[in-house]
Structures are given as C-alpha cells and as structure tokens.
DNA sequence: CAACTTTATGCACACGTGTGCAAAAAATGT
DNA sequence: ACATTTTTTGCACACGTGTGCATAAAGTTG
C-alpha cells in the first residue's frame, strides 16, 4: 500500500488538495464545517504530513544533529538521551553521529549534515581536530550549532562546558584537606582547551595548598582502560610515588583502580582517588573516591536551549558561552 | 548565502539542470569532457545534494530509525553505538527515539517515524508494550523492521537476541559447580519475552542441579540501582537467605552490591555473584562477579545486516529469528 | 434587488532532483 | 555527400506540500 497524501484526500473527498491542506493547518481561511470533515477523514485514513514535502517546501527541519566522539561513554550517552528527549518534546528528532575522535570522520559528518538539511548541531570536537575550519560551513548554510565540553575557541559559536579550571582547583585543594599531599594528575591532550583549563585548575590547585609535589601525566590518545592502567603503574613505579590520583575519565579511573587492586597491600585503601564521573559504580569499590559530578541535565538543558534560540531567531547571532559548576561528593 | 542547487550550476554553466545532474548521477549518457568540467565546478562551488528533494522523487530514505528504552544505558548506548557506525559506513544516518518504557511515548516514536520517511527500523519495545498492534503501521508504508533483545512473539519482523534460556540455565550451573547451592534471581517483568525465557532458564538450571530451594523476584518497573537495593534486602532478609545472586542488569547489580558491601562482615566477598553487563566497572568491587557478556558486537552486526537485507530486497520478507550465546567471565 | 464586502475554494507555482522521451548533434558507414 | 546509427543534450513531468492570487460563493448593507 502506499503512502496517503493530501491529494488522494482531497481525490477522494472531491475536494482541491490546497484545501485540503488549509484543512488542516490554517484555522481560518476555512470552512469550519469541511474542515472538521477534512480532518475526520484525514484520521481515519491515518494520514500523515511528509516532512520531506515540507522540507523541500522550506519550513525549516525538525532534525538536530549531535556529533560526540563516541555515545558509548557515560557522559556523552546521558547527554545525547536528554537531548533527545528534550528535542522529542520540542517536536524534533535526533540524528546521532560518532566522530571517533577523527577529523576525517568529523568532516564527512559535516557533509551529512549539510546534505540532510539539518535544522541544527549540537557538537563536542574530536581530539585530532585542531583545525575547526570544516565547521564553517554550517555557517555558510544557516546551519547554528551550539559547542559543549569540547569547545574550541576558534569556532565562535555559543558555548556550554564545566568551570574546568575551578573544577581541578577545587579538587585538589579538597584532596588536601582530607590529608593527601602528593597528588598526581592523569589527563588529557592540551591541545583541547578543556583539558588545558583542567591542567591549569591543577597546577593552580597545587600553589593554592603550597606543594612542590606535581605530576600531570597527559595522555593524548583516546581514553582505555588499558590506559589508565599503565599510566598509573607508571605514575606508582616512580621514584616519589603520589599518595593520591586525580583521574580525568572514569574510564581511566576504573583502568588505575584496577592495577591499584591488584598490587594489594591496602594501595586501593590508602590511596586518595577522584574522578570525573563513573558513579555510581565505582562506589562498590573499598577506594574512598571523591567524585567530580557534572551537573549533565542543566548542561544538556543549557545546550538544547541555546541551540533552539539560535534556530528559532536565527537573525541575531550572540554567542553564549555558558559555564556550570561540578559538585564534588 | 542560499544553498547552490543543480539548477544553479546548470544556469551558471549555460547547461540544462538535468544535464547536471546527469554529469554528477550517471556515467553514461554523458560527455566525459563536460562530465569532468561540471564536476570539478559542483566540487568548487562545494555542492551538496538536497537528500530532501532526493528522497521526495523517489529515492529511498537514507535515515535509520532505532528505538530503545533509553540511551543512557550501557548495553543500549554500546548498540546504538555500534549500529550508528555500521550505517554510517554504509551510507546511513541514524536517528536515535526513547521510548521510556512507555508505549504512549512508542506510539509518538511511529509517527515521527512515518511522518520522516524512515528507510528502516530497529527497536527494542518498551517494558509496557504489551499491544504490539501499533508497530503494524510500518507495514503499511512498508518500512522494514528488526526487533533485537526485547522481542515480542506478536511481531512477525526478524529478530535478533541473546539465547536468553540456556544463557540463564548456564549461570545456575555455573554458580553452583563454584559452590553455591541457595541461588536467588533478581529479574524483570515476565510479561516481556525475555524476561520470560530468562526465567524459564533458571528453573531449568535449578532442575538440573537438583535443588529445591528457589528464590525469583520479578521487578515489573524500570530498574534502578535503589529497586536493586532494596530487593537484595529483601531477599537477605528472608527466613532462608540465598548464597548467590543472579541480576539481571548491571543497574540492579550496583545497589545489591551497594547493600551488601554496607552490611559488612564479608557478605560482599561470600556471596556468589552473577549479573548481565557492568564489566568491567564491577570488577574493581571486592564481589568475585560472574559475568555474563552478551556479544553485543555480534547481536548489533546482525541486526543491522538483516535491516539491510530487508531495506535491499523488500520483496522477500523471510523473517529470520537469530539467537547468540553469552560468555560467563 | 443591486451593489458591495466577506468568506471559501480552485488554480498555478515553487522547492530540488532524476528520468523517459524527443530533438539535436556528432559519429559512422556506404 | 548523404543516409543511418550513436551519443549527447534539452524538455517536461513527477514527487507532496503550502501559499499568493484569482475566482466563485455566500453574506451584508442600503
């Protein structure tokens, strides 16, 4: 059976498919009572509008696009779920894409998009992309976008992310307080400014408590379990081994709870552990874990809202940068 | 600026806009020499084709819909995860519906579906699905679905799940030849397939090691880490308290761990555990876990084949019913 | 009841693309 | 050089929808 239109109702009604059509969106300009028939027949035929009529036509799209490295890490997947449920209330739908932490992947997602007549995008960069120039083209389209946690200042678009200074500052300086004195770092490529802002939170952490003791290990491939492992077997082999890791990722952290475990001798115990997230399932485990929560609804929210104001009004073009506060427990 | 359209090459060429589009569809039917100068000015002028207008004529959809409880949930995020590759690598784009477990939500889902001209589906039902009936639409408009891991015997599409049956009767056996002989089960609605055949498992396996004690609840509402909680409560607070626990999610996993590991006196460490997904997260706990690994990469390959056999050829509906084994780790 | 105003419907077009068919151009054969 | 075949291009239409404009119908006023 194929598709029913608006012109096999109007057909089958004896009716133009123009009324049809006013039928059933404009309220005026009609007759009540065919309109109330219009609509009658319309259910019970189960029509239904095709977007791609409407797209073609020029009302706008009802797709975002949500570009993450990959969806199969906390973080993003709650992300994209309340975006998506956001979006599904707002009457659009989602289209996810994975970068993969590639450039190349990135820019063949930009060309979809573009192709898709996508209504907006929502985006976080891979790690590799240090040149933003393939996002430009949205612009060239109308296409807004709004930036989260991985955000590039090259790219002037609207912004939500963590305090990612204040975040590691604050860490380290509650790590202190609860007696730990040599505290190491495991974090990212600083060439992202997130990762950037996270060491400079660290370092500014250290001279806030007043240690000499620092050792910020940054890892510049995608986050493994395997990684976080070998990186703390290095951080605990050295010469003056830390008494307290401060893991960027949970996966990294479940990679370095894993070799502390294993190493035994109460290391799991008496060592000082944060984490950005990876609660609650880290705290089956007898490390006493400080963990760095993002407020993920309010930066989704925060995302979704913005992203609509720039698709809603797309004249005025003021770039937001937003910034949230992490909760440490 | 206007996106560049066909027609705009072909006026800026002094060329018929099929002319055009021929240069850029066809290899035949066209002269090499103009073939190469349109191509190389559509390349320049960066030309993107309109997927709208494509899909309006005639073409097929090149969107694929998936449909999970929510995202925000390892097993489903690792799918949908690897689904998006597949299709992307495939020329596809996914778009991602939650249905909450709710079929209010499931019926929205469809028509959203219906109304973007989706090319295929591939759906995992709600906890509350019982009516299949409104999945029968896709038929209609003669969109190809897949049904994995929350299957319904109801809808005659293709399906693909884990071996939920001998998986569960392989766990009984398995906890008990390690010694356990009061194996409890904490497992879901029995009204879904799945949980069904999970549970049917498990007196199996009770059956064939030949023990009479048998403990099975059945949580009828979404899993979360508190229901896991209090249930593991309630189950180590009965008169005859089982030696294992067998969960049926990593959700309910984290708060029966949560609760025995508050108990103390190494209830955490002597009781035998069993649970589906958590890995490695879990394995950090002090628990000596048994896990049971689905091979999701198997079940999402599959899945996404048999859509693509359907989306390809839609004209012979065998509707295939494939089943996987689960590694215990 | 005629003249005018309001309301309701039909007509035609546009959106971007691909394709069957016809016409034109080029190539081939005699 | 002309007839015939092949290649290349142009034309027109379809896909489903909404809207400006014209026309028809209905309602209002004097």
New binding site residues.
Partial sequence: M??I???DI?REM??????V??A???R????????EKVLKYAALKG?Q??R???Q????GSNIIGVIVPNIHHSFFSNFVSIITRLAFEAGYIVAVFQSEESVEQEKEILKSIIQQNIAGVIASISMETTDTSHFQQLDHYKIPMVGFDRISSSLKTSTVELDNLSTLRNVVTTLHSRGYTKIAYLSGNPSIHLYQERQKGYFGGLKAIGTSYQKCLQLTDKFTIEQGYHATEKLMEAPEKPDALIFDSHILACGGLQYLKKQGDRLLENTGIATFGGHPWLSISAANILFIQQPEDQIAKATFDLLMENIVHPTQVKTTALKFQATLI
Same sequence: chains 1, 2.
């Fill in positions: 194929k598709r239109t608006i012109k109007a004896g009716l133009h498919h123009s009324t059509s006013r059933l969106r404009s005026s300009e009609i007759n009540q009572a065919t309109r029509y509008v095709n791609n009529a409407l073609l036509r020029g009302s």
